[in-house]
């Protein structure tokens, strides 16, 4: 695994290796579940919002589905929660 430059370990792939490893035509959505997360801290917050940064630099959307109140409410103070869109299922994420 490699890290970012404040030594957090690389939990998915980049924007890069998502575009490379698609077939045509490439991903214009990410679509991340978050059903099973029931709370997040800070910094997996600020983790997302850096991908969701890198997936922007590509015109590649990050969009997060099944937010669970706590941490819809997280990612609101964090600012994240107005950037990406959040859909109730991922099925509406990915229409």
Sequence with gaps: MTTTSTTRRKCWPTSREIKEDAAEPRPRVVAL?????????VETADVLAEFA???????VE???AEVRAPVLELLGRSGLAGRVRV???LESAVA
Aim: aromatic share 0%.
């Design 33 to 41: 579940s978050l059903a099973d997360s029931h709370e997040l801290d």
């Design 53 to 59: 940064d890198a997936l922007a630099r590509d015109d």
């Design 62 to 64: 990050l969009r997060l």
């Design 87 to 89: 859909d109730p299922t």
